[in-house]
């Protein structure tokens, strides 16, 4: 059986909100059997993730990620390869560009789905690049009557994202971050710009760009505030220097996370209040492209 060939003209039949309830149900699958590996090269980053999930299927993700490209190319590339879960037969091949960006973006919209106040309006961006834009159409699904304001370090991309994106751009840190009450981190920083101090009561705060042992987005105070959450444990605790740098150094333990998604079920993956902060690191995953693949493939046959 020939595999299908999925590319980015499948968007048009994906929906936000169907995704992350595609998420949701695949967590409630047989915990997924997972392998990762990572290669370094000075920025360069070769990432190779593999996913087995009974009732689901097998999933092969490779990425690259160079973020000395000129312009013109981009930072993160790769391929994707969806298998069947009975034969091993390859049902699919889909777009690395439409399955990164559906996945990564619909990971922290589950999240801020469980954990952002439901009335939240003031949503803060934080950086300009392709995962920014894809965060904000995200979460206008969930949260349609939303303002979003952008904050990066380039007023020039900021503004030409916000243009894009009918939002507004404040350059200065502390009053975006003050005003927010969902902030979306998706920088490459190796050094925290997120100011724990600077946050206000019941906000959410989704981190997704930190990726390596040496980044991280926000800092030691914004850790200590906060209920600390994340979709994968592990692919986050022992990978990423947003959590495995402060454990290291006694800022936190590894048992202050409270909740991954394979604990959706248990109720836990949840607010408990209105006041209180609330954060989710996004470390990704490849049972996370298994269940988004799937689901793309799923919406594209009908």
Same mark, same amino acid.
Request: charged letters at 20%.
């Given at each position: 059986?020939? $595999?299908?060939?999925?590319? $980015? ?15 949701? %149900? ?21 990432? %190779?993730r593999s996913a ?14 160079? $973020?000395?490209? *000129? ?32 996945? %990564? ?5 589950? =999240?801020?789905?469980? #954990?952002?106040?439901? !009335? ?6 934080c950086g300009a690049?392709?995962? *920014? ?25 900021a503004e030409r ?6 939002? =507004?751009? !404040? ?6 971050? +003050? ?16 100011? +724990?101090?600077?946050?206000? $009561?019941? %906000?959410?705060?989704? #981190? ?9 987005? *926000? ?10 959450? @994340?979709? =994968? ?8 220097? !947003? ?11 590894? +048992? ?10 248990? +109720? ?11 954060? @989710? ?22």
């Open positions: 059986m020939t $595999p299908a060939m999925i590319g $980015p003209e499948a968007e048009a039949k994906l929906d936000w909100i169907a995704l992350t309830d595609a998420l949701a %149900t695949g967590h409630a699958l047989p915990r997924a059997e997972v392998a990762d590996s990572f290669l370094y090269r000075n920025k360069d980053t070769l990432l %190779t087995l999930i009974d009732g689901l299927g097998m999933l092969v993700k490779a990425a690259t990620i160079v $973020p000395g490209n *000129a312009p013109d190319l981009a930072t993160v590339n790769g391929g994707v390869m969806l298998m069947n879960d009975e034969t091993g037969l390859m049902d699919a091949v889909l777009d690395f560009g439409l399955v990164t960006k559906w996945k %990564t973006a619909g990971d922290s919209l589950l =999240a801020a789905r469980k #954990l952002a106040r439901p !009335e939240a309006r003031n949503i803060l961006i690049g392709n995962v *920014a834009a894809s965060m904000i159409a995200a979460y206008r699904s969930a949260f349609p009557q939303a303002n979003f304001t952008i904050w990066n370090r380039s007023q020039a991309s994202l916000a243009a894009r994106m009918e939002a =507004a751009v !404040e350059m200065d840190l502390e009053t975006a971050l +003050g005003q927010a009450e969902i902030v979306a981190g998706t920088t490459m920083a190796t050094e925290p710009w997120l100011r +724990g101090d600077w946050l206000q $009561p019941g %906000t959410h705060i989704d #981190l997704i760009g930190a990726f390596r042992p040496d980044m991280r987005e *926000a800092d030691d105070v914004t850790l200590q505030r906060a209920r600390i959450f @994340c979709d =994968a444990r592990a692919t986050t605790v022992h990978h990423i220097g !947003e959590f495995r740098d402060p454990i290291a150094r006694g800022v936190m333990a590894e +048992g202050d996370i409270v909740a991954d998604y394979y604990d959706l079920g248990t +109720g836990t993956f949840a607010r408990q209040s209105a006041e209180e902060i609330t954060l @989710c690191k996004n470390g990704g995953g490849a049972h996370l492209d298994l269940m988004i693949a799937r689901y793309i493939l799923d919406a594209v046959q009908g």
